[in-house]
């Protein structure tokens, strides 16, 4: 059966060649990060960030940083995903608007707060864990509501980390990733490649 978001799975592509003559405005990027924050996250801890780099300058510095390819200066915007290491002091404010629109209890607050802090307290590998998982789901849902606008995407995990951390002055509790090159493919670009069968990769159990 037919729907619009599994015709998307199935068309989505990575693209590696976009036209450097068209661009995406502000409100259009806004709009689209707005799209990549519906994605879930542990306790609604929404611990991501994205950095757009739209300006040529920018790009050119992104793109020495990421072994010098032309799809970052090509794309209309490449979008740096950050993962932010949890902080269980942060769920009072990320689930206040869930009990002020009344379906969260207020005394459940505290509770997943604390569930936070045992979870992640003195536990880096953890912490870090989750930042890449959010930093991920946001990317993905980035890349489809992209997709939904008439965009292509691409996914990139080659670049200098710490460079980045660096050129862009992230703080020490962002993790750098993956890039996600945005806009309008141009000829050239391969479909989707083809995927390993099912029974592959499921085991029902």
Do not use: C
Not at 154 to 173: E, H, I, K, W
């Amino acid at each position: 059966m037919s729907h619009p978001l599994t015709d998307a799975l199935a068309a989505r592509n990575s693209a590696n060649f976009f036209d450097p003559d068209l661009a995406v405005d502000d409100d259009r990027i806004r709009a689209l990060i707005g799209w990549a924050t519906r994605a879930p996250t542990a306790f609604n801890l929404q611990n991501w960030r994205f950095i757009a780099v739209r300006t040529p300058q920018g790009k050119q510095r992104l793109r020495e940083l990421a072994w010098n390819q032309p799809k970052v200066s090509d794309a209309a915007v490449t979008f740096i995903v950050l993962g932010l290491l949890p902080r269980a002091d942060s769920l009072p404010d990320r689930l206040r608007p869930s009990v002020e629109a009344g379906f969260m209890p207020p005394g459940m607050v505290p509770a997943w707060e604390d569930a936070a802090s045992r979870l992640y307290a003195d536990a880096p590998r953890t912490q870090r864990d989750e930042a890449v998982r959010s930093a991920t789901f946001g990317a993905s849902a980035l890349m489809l509501a992209g997709q939904a606008e008439g965009l292509s995407a691409s996914p990139m995990t080659g670049f200098d980390a710490p460079g980045v951390a660096q050129a862009f002055g992230l703080r020490q509790d962002e993790v750098p990733v993956m890039l996600v090159a945005m806009g309008y493919a141009r000829a050239g670009n391969w479909p989707q490649k083809p995927r390993r069968p099912v029974s592959d990769v499921l085991e029902l159990a």
